[in-house]
């Protein structure tokens, strides 16, 4: 007959009885593990979404309707980060998306393009 190996709680360390495939001894260890785990994702996560976020904003205060045409140097000045987009559309030169609002970059101008 097989030994039963013993496991320990991945959050405590203590020892766990009961089912062969448990991992926490409660509900409050297994919060406690997974917040620990994924705190650095979700902070980065929330930080990318606020750039994205502070990026929509800025496009949606400058257009009128239909496509609308400003410098790299206006959204630079407004804080537009231009790391970060949404989707890539690969034309020449590629559209980028910040959710529903694109936006083509041709030397120091910026064409913006909604739906
Ligand atoms: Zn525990």
Redesign the pocket.
């Known amino acids: 007959m097989k030994e039963r190996e013993i496991k320990h709680?991945?959050?405590?360390?203590?020892e766990l009885l009961g089912r062969i495939d448990k991992k926490?001894?409660?509900d409050s260890?297994k919060s406690a593990f997974l917040n620990r785990k994924y705190r650095v994702a979700n902070r980065e996560i929330g930080r990318i979404n606020r750039i994205l976020k502070n990026n929509h904003k800025i496009l949606s205060d400058i257009i009128v309707d239909g496509v609308y045409e400003c410098s790299t140097r206006e959204l630079f000045i407004k804080g537009f980060n231009f790391d970060y987009f949404t989707s890539l559309d690969p034309q020449a030169p590629p559209v980028m998306y910040c959710y529903e609002i694109g936006y083509q970059i041709n030397s120091e101008r910026v064409w913006i393009i909604t739906a």
């Open positions: 709680c991945l959050e405590c360390g203590k926490y001894c409660n260890c």
